[in-house]
């Protein structure tokens, strides 16, 4: 019966009611693929920047290794573009470090627009399905007159469907749009953080930080 009922009110929106659905589907499976992408393990795993200064202290940086680091996380590729480009100089090193952390903020970015566009359109939507019902409502106030209260009230409630099901959807897309977007500036900093350590590493300024377990050992 819920299913049923459900159906019906899908029904009573109108033809409007198919981009709001499909709006909500592809909203859903964005928000999704986001959350699987966006876990901070799968973009910075933990010590990362200490295991690969571990490597170069034993002379273990090979192709091999640099596959690894690629295949590894958004942060391992950074890494293996900077390690690439450190035999030219502190400055290209840097350069290069930071064009591959827009390239990697720009991954994590995907899909985040038209999730972005969703929240806009949704609403929209459920505004012109709502134009268009009253437009009906009016047209039979012309040819029945006022006399069915009961008529008219069912026709209204049916012109604002559209208009409740746009906002179901515009609100968690604007949420998690938001989410989302605050957590890919949170990663931004943070590859330029590690980034930052690696260039010190390389450069030999920075030995102490990155080994903070034998740092307190001794």
């Known amino acids: 019966m819920a299913e049923t009922s459900l159906f019906e009110l899908i029904k009573a929106g109108g033809w409007l009611m198919v981009p709001i ?37 034993q002379e273990q940086i090979d192709a091999s290794k640099m596959k690894e680091l690629k295949r590894n996380s958004p942060l391992g590729r950074v890494i293996a573009i900077g390690l690439v480009n450190s035999k030219h100089g502190r400055d290209s090193m840097k350069e290069a470090i930071a064009e ?9 970015e995907r899909f985040m627009n ?24 009016f047209s039979k106030i012309v040819l029945q007159g006022t006399g069915n209260p009961t008529l008219l009230a069912g ?21 998690f749009h ?6 890919i500036d949170d990663f931004s900093v943070m590859l330029e953080q590690e980034a930052v350590k690696l260039i010190e590493i390389v450069h030999g300024h920075r030995e102490a930080d990155v080994e903070p377990s034998k740092k307190a050992a001794r």
């Open 21 to 57: 659905i499909l709006c909500l589907v592809v909203a859903v499976a964005i928000i999704i693929d986001r959350f699987l992408a966006l876990r901070a393990q799968k973009v910075i795993p933990g010590n990362l920047v200490g295991q690969v200064f571990n490597w170069m202290k």
């Open 100 to 108: 591959a952390v827009n390239q990697e903020i720009h991954k994590l």
């Open 114 to 137: 038209a999730l972005g566009s969703i929240a806009a359109i949704s609403p929209l939507l459920g505004l012109l399905g709502t134009v268009m019902g009253m437009i009906k409502v």
């Open 155 to 175: 026709g209204i409630s049916e012109a604002l469907m559209t208009t409740a099901a746009g906002l179901c959807v515009a609100i968690p897309a604007v949420f």
């Open 178 to 183: 938001r989410f989302l977007s605050r957590r």
